[in-house]
T-cell receptor, first 110, second 114 residues
Framework: RKEVEQDPGPFNVPEGATVAFNCTYSNSASQSFFWYRQDCRKEPKLLMSVYSSGNEDGRFTAQLNRASQYISLLIRDSKLSDSATYLCVVNENYGQNFVFGPGTRLSVLP | EAGVAQSPRYKIIEKRQSVAFWCNPISGHATLYWYQQILGQGPKLLIQFQNNGVVDDSQLPKDRFSAERLKGVDSTLKIQPAKLEDSAVYLC????????????FGPGTRLTVL
């Protein structure tokens, strides 16, 4: 079983749609969680950290469910510029051992 | 503020040759990471440094890969000898400390092994 798994994608959605991505992790002792965004042929960049209580940043909402060991990312009112690969990242040992998921590709269509 | 610098940006070599990549992290960042990203996959951590010490190299293929960060600033990653399956983008990242803070990535080095 892979340590971090994500929806396989790709997701093709029209502008203005709401889209949700899921991520599951195998190590129940994992401590920190993040969503990164990676544009085609570019480096990953932090989108948002994921807090236990859930957090929102504009059109983006992240949720963490420790009991079920999954993380979600919700994007509302999708923009063309949201087209990218979204990487789920789990920190298994405080400050060490960052594990990236395989990513879910999103294409927002006009 | 200058970002993470990497060189070269592209490298093409034949199998069994050697290659080295260089990374200069953001000034003041104590933690430096090297990742391997194969096409269609997420980045895989190869090695993590805290200043000039190694804190995690559990996924580094030590028979052919080596890395150093002698003065706790810039770092080099070497592959000797290269195999076809080493074709990937090698990403360097840095963060302010060993805590699970935001990692800032460099543009990467795209390696093709023929």
């Amino acid at each position: 079983r892979k340590e971090v798994e994500q929806d396989p994608g790709p997701f093709n959605v029209p502008e203005g749609a709401t889209v949700a991505f899921n991520c599951t992790y195998s190590n129940s002792a994992s401590q920190s969680f993040f969503w990164y965004r990676q544009d085609c042929r570019k480096e990953p960049k932090l989108l948002m950290s994921v807090y236990s209580s859930g957090n929102e940043d504009g059109r983006f909402t992240a949720q963490l469910n420790r009991a079920s060991q999954y993380i979600s990312l919700l994007i509302r009112d999708s923009k063309l510029s949201d087209s990218a690969t979204y990487l789920c990242v789990v920190n298994e040992n405080y400050g060490q051992n960052f594990v990236f998921g395989p990513g879910t590709r999103l294409s927002v269509l006009p | 503020e200058a970002g993470v610098a990497q060189s070269p940006r592209y490298k093409i070599i034949e199998k069994r040759q050697s290659v080295a990549f260089w990374c200069n992290p953001i000034s003041g960042h104590a933690t430096l990471y090297w990742y391997q990203q194969i096409l269609g996959q997420g980045p895989k951590l190869l090695i993590q440094f805290q200043n000039n010490g190694v804190v995690d190299d559990s996924q580094l293929p030590k028979d052919r890969f080596s890395a150093e960060r002698l003065k706790g600033v810039d770092s080099t990653l070497k592959i000797q000898p290269a195999k076809l399956e080493d074709s990937a983008v090698y990403l360097c990242a840095s963060s302010f400390s060993g805590l699970p803070n935001e990692q800032f990535f460099g543009p990467g080095t795209r390696l093709t092994v023929l």
